[in-house]
């Protein structure tokens, strides 16, 4: 079935995930229990991708998302950046659903 990016368990809860999409938008998903939260991997500071490595979004806290060039910190619920160089800005949303454990993008 189409517009499946992915499996919620094959993202670990309170973890993340790097996906691309058919559009070539690269994507990072974060999960939480049952919910999903997803947005584009550009930093808003020098638009550079913010993984530390593959799927390693997160800082150690687990509790924000982080830019691995200069250590900006996002809310993972809006990916407003709360610390670093971009502070006041945000990541861009991607909606995310989960229907039947997969998730999909938003309609
Ligand atoms: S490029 Fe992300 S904080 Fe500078």
């Not at 919620?8 to 998903?29: N, T």
Request: with cysteine; glycine share 12%; hydrophobic share 35%.
């Amino acid at each position: 079935m189409s517009g499946i990016l992915c499996r919620l368990e094959e993202i670990p809860d309170g973890d993340s995930k790097g996906l691309s999409l058919e559009d070539g938008r690269d994507i990072l998903v974060v999960r939480q229990g049952g919910a999903v939260f997803g947005y584009q991997n550009v930093c808003p500071h020098l638009f550079t991708p913010l993984e530390w490595q593959p799927d390693d979004f997160l800082d150690d806290s687990g509790q924000f998302i982080i830019c691995a060039t200069h250590g900006a910190l996002f809310q993972i619920a809006d990916g407003e950046c709360v610390a670093g160089p971009c502070q006041g800005e945000s990541l861009t949303q991607v909606p995310l659903t989960v229907e039947d454990g997969a998730v999909k993008l938003a309609q």
